[in-house]
C-alpha cells in the first residue's frame, strides 16, 4: 500500500507561487489516483484537484481551476501541486491523498493520507 508524504508548503505572497509535492512509496504507484485536499481554518475539508494512475485526466475544484495545476512522476513516484496566482483564501493545510484506481479519477473515494503541509498566503 502506499504511503505519501507531503511537502513544500510555506508562507507565500499574493504575487508568488509555489509548488507543493508529494512523495509516495511502493512499487504500484501508477495504479492508484491522486488528489490534493485541503483544509481552511474553520472550514470543513475540500477538494482540490485530481489526477489519474497514467496522468492523462484531470480535475479541478472551481475556486482553483486555471491558478493550480496537478501532475505526476511515476519514474520517481511523486505528485504535485503548482500553486500560481495564491489568494488568502488558498490559506489551508493540504493533503496529499490517493486511491486503488487507475483510469477513473473523481472528488471522492480517497481512503489513504498524508500528514499535510500549510500553505499560508499573506496579501
Known amino acids: 500500500q502506499v504511503q505519501l508524504v507531503e511537502s513544500g508548503g510555506g508562507l507565500v505572497q499574493t504575487g508568488g507561487s509555489l509548488r507543493l509535492s508529494c512523495a509516495a512509496s511502493?512499487?504500484?504507484?501508477?495504479?492508484?489516483?491522486m488528489a490534493w485536499f485541503r483544509r481552511a481554518p474553520g472550514k470543513e475539508r475540500e477538494f482540490v484537484a485530481a489526477?489519474?494512475?497514467?496522468?492523462?485526466?484531470?480535475t479541478y475544484a472551481d475556486s482553483v481551476r486555471g491558478r493550480f495545476t496537478i501532475s505526476r512522476d511515476n519514474a520517481v513516484n511523486a505528485v504535485y501541486l503548482q500553486m500560481d496566482s495564491p489568494k488568502p483564501e488558498d490559506t489551508a493545510v493540504y493533503y496529499c491523498a490517493a486511491k486503488y484506481s487507475s483510469n477513473w479519477v473523481s472528488r471522492t473515494g480517497y481512503d489513504i493520507w498524508g500528514q499535510g503541509t500549510q500553505v499560508t498566503v499573506s496579501s
Open positions: 511502493g512499487r504500484t504507484f501508477s495504479s492508484y489516483v
Open positions: 489526477i489519474s494512475g497514467g496522468g492523462g485526466s484531470r
